[in-house]
T-cell receptor, first 113, second 115 residues
């Protein structure tokens, strides 16, 4: 079945550091890929998405590129802020999969001033 | 445009009681999804509904759990005879149409605690 694997957390960085959170997937067909962010006590918010190979999703300084050859969708940000502290989830869905999202386990990021 | 609304935000039930979780999708959205998040885990799909229809319930436990999305009113996730293992955050999401590229918009969740 479809699955998403993302790097184990927690990740702790200093402000202005470079961030990478790795995400790889297994799926048949052509999934769409997403990064969601969850702030404490809140629901998930879509951060960015990509719907086909080589697409780059970007938002709020975060980027991720859909790499079909390596089945990856790594999240990056050049300079993190304290306000980026949250849990980040990589997810996929695909046509024929009833559009349900399949999530990774999440990576908790803490950014210290 | 109001977002996805869920209530209650926090629910405490004793073992054996029933829990009813409500979800009002965003205006104009006819597709509703329920997910469960156990502590330190990612979200797991439970059920996908459209108005008056269950499209995919492959993630629902076989017993005690049911879901509906009536023609009028919110979607309801019902858990009968709750057990401690049902303690989790339950999230509802909605989307305007079908298709893998369509974003799902999440509500704030209902945190169920079974004592």
């Amino acid at each position: 079945g479809d699955s998403v694997t993302q790097m184990e957390g927690p990740v702790t960085l200093s402000e202005e550091a470079f961030l990478t959170i790795n995400c790889t997937y297994t799926a048949t067909g052509y999934p769409s890929l997403f990064w969601y962010v969850q702030y404490p006590g809140e629901g998930l918010q879509l951060l960015l998405k990509a719907t086909k190979a080589d697409d780059k999703g970007s938002n709020k300084g975060f980027e991720a590129t859909y790499r079909k050859e390596t089945t990856s969708f790594h999240l990056e940000k050049g300079s993190v802020q304290v306000s980026d502290s949250a849990v980040y989830f990589c997810a996929l869905n695909r046509l024929g999969g009833s559009e349900k999202l399949v999530f990774g386990k999440g990576t908790k990021l803490t950014v210290n001033p | 445009n109001a977002g996805v609304m869920q209530n209650p935000r926090h629910l405490v039930r004793r073992r054996g009681q029933e829990a009813r979780l409500r979800c009002s999708p965003m205006k104009g959205h006819s597709h509703v999804y329920w997910y469960r998040q156990l502590p330190e885990e990612g979200l797991k799909f439970m059920v996908y509904l459209q108005k008056e229809n269950i499209i995919d319930e492959s993630g629902m436990p076989k017993e005690r759990f049911s879901a509906e999305f009536p023609k009028e009113g919110p979607s309801i996730l019902r858990i009968q005879q709750v057990v401690r293992g049902d303690s989790a955050a339950y999230f509802c999401a909605s989307s305007p149409s079908w298709g893998a590229a369509h974003e799902q918009y999440f509500g704030p969740g209902t945190r169920l605690t079974v004592t």
